[in-house]
């Protein structure tokens, strides 16, 4: 998979802009899905995710790298990205 490498204007709010390649913006959207799994199986467990949050950084590396590929592909086609 060739990653996208050219940069993009990512902005937030009216006052906060970020310069980041399209591929740095997926793996972010990629973390927020796994702190969002890792929520929700908190919840069904019953443990208190504001207080204890442990969790191994390798893990959700892994988590990320396996989604990411279909992330990037769901994100191209819904904003019509061509492929490189």
Do not use: G, H
């Amino acid at each position: 998979m060739q990653l996208l490498s050219e940069k993009t204007t990512v902005q937030q709010n009216s006052k906060c802009v970020n310069d980041m390649t399209l591929d740095e913006f997926i793996r972010w959207l990629c973390l927020i899905q796994a702190i969002e799994v890792v929520s929700a199986r908190a919840e069904q467990l019953n443990i208190d995710f504001n207080r204890c949050l442990s969790i191994k950084p390798n893990t959700v590396n892994v988590y990320i790298t396996e989604i990411f590929p279909s992330v990037r592909a769901n994100f191209m086609l819904e904003n019509n990205i061509k492929f490189q």
